[in-house]
T-cell receptor, first 114, second 109 residues
Framework: GNSVTQMEGPVTLSEEAFLTINCTYT??????LFWYVQYPGEGLQLLLK?????DKGSNKGFEATYRKETTSFHLEKGSVQVSDSAVYFC?????????????FGEGTQLTVNP | DAGITQSPRYKITETGRQVTLMCHQT?????MFWYRQDLGHGLRLIYY???????DKGEVPDGYVVSRSKTENFPLTLESATRSQTSVYFC????????FGPGTRLTVT
């Protein structure tokens, strides 16, 4: 079955530091990969996605590259801000329909200090 | 308001009581989902629905019941609440991308 493994948290950084959150996956076929972000007290929002190998998803300064050879989709940002403090979830779906089910990782809590 | 809403946002109930969590979306998305979020487990799928009157079990369906008589609503019922069902519950609807509601924090005492 499908599974997603994220690096253990929590992660605490100073403002303007470089961020990497590791994500590896196990899936059949050719999954699509996602990063979701959850700000305090809110639901999840899609941050970025990649649908095929070597695709790079990017949004709000965050990037992740779909690496099929290493089954990874690590999230990076060059300079984090206090407003980036949130929980980040890596997820995948192996279907291509609008109702494809998502498999989530455990989430990584990020705290950015001024 | 457009989007996906959940009610109530917070609920405290006693063991053995029946509780219904509501989910409403205004986009007419065919697919809807219920997840629970627990520390150390991420989000786990409880039930999902492909259309009105079509529902199916997810990863952790035991103790939950769903119905979907209208496309826009997807209520989740805990028939006899247990402490292990204390969690944050998220509803989502999908049109290739899943859109999440704000969540319901449920405490079972």
């Amino acid at each position: 079955g499908n599974s997603v493994t994220q690096m253990e948290g929590p992660v605490t950084l100073s403002e303007e530091a470089f961020l990497t959150i590791n994500c590896t996956y196990t899936a059949t076929g050719y999954p699509s990969l996602f990063w979701y972000v959850q700000y305090p007290g809110e639901g999840l929002q899609l941050l970025l996605k990649a649908t095929k190998a070597d695709d790079k998803g990017s949004n709000k300064g965050f990037e992740a590259t779909y690496r099929k050879e290493t089954t990874s989709f690590h999230l990076e940002k060059g300079s984090v801000q206090v407003s980036d403090s949130a929980v980040y979830f890596c997820a995948l779906t192996s279907g291509e329909t609008s109702g494809s089910r998502l498999t989530f990782g455990e989430g990584t809590q990020l705290t950015v200090n001024p | 308001d457009a989007g996906i809403t959940q009610s109530p946002r917070y609920k405290i109930t006693e063991t053995g009581r029946q509780v219904t969590l509501m989910c409403h979306q205004t986009w007419s998305h065919s697919y809807m989902f219920w997840y629970r979020q627990d520390l150390g487990h991420g989000l786990r799928l409880i039930y999902y629905s492909a259309a009105a009157d079509i529902t199916d079990k997810g990863e952790v369906p035991d103790g939950y019941v769903v119905s979907r008589s209208k496309t826009e609503n997807f209520p989740l019922t805990l028939e006899s609440a247990t402490r292990s069902q204390t969690s944050v519950y998220f509803c989502a609807s999908s049109h290739y991308e899943q859109y999440f509601g704000p969540g319901t924090r449920l405490t079972v005492t």
